[in-house]
């Protein structure tokens, strides 16, 4: 079992800044490729970014060049930073543990609780 637990949501302006933290506890947390995903009110749950085993990066078209994911293995850490934010990034941020990279949240295996993050205009 791997048990995770994001923090550092909250409300935002347009065109500020945001870090995602997500601290991993149980299984090596080094072991897992790991991911975030967003979930808006009445949308499906979507991917964000995600990261290997052993650093390689992914990104939603629409997150490229604005947030950038990031693991501290040392601290079992998963991190997403959030740059030039937009309203449409309100949602609901989860962050996720699986065997290998990939954009559909079936592939993985242990989830977060969700973090709110707020984006005002």
């Known amino acids: 079992q791997v048990q995770l637990v994001e923090s550092g949501g909250g409300l935002v302006q347009a065109g500020g800044s945001l870090r995602l933290s997500c601290a991993a506890s149980?299984?090596?947390?080094?072991?897992?490729?790991m991911a975030w995903f967003r979930q808006a009110p009445g949308k499906e749950r979507e991917f964000v970014a995600t990261i290997s085993r052993i650093g390689l990066l992914y990104y939603a078209d629409s997150v490229k060049g604005r947030f950038t994911i990031s693991r501290d293995n040392a601290k079992n850490t998963l991190y997403l930073q959030m740059n030039s934010l937009k309203p449409e990034d309100t949602a609901v941020y989860y962050c996720?543990?699986?065997?290998?990279?990939?954009?559909?949240?079936?592939?993985?295996?242990?989830w977060g609780q969700g973090i709110q993050v707020t984006v005002s205009s």
């Open positions: 149980g299984r090596t947390f080094s072991n897992y490729a």
């Open positions: 996720a543990a699986g065997n290998y990279v990939n954009r559909e949240p079936s592939r993985y295996e242990y």
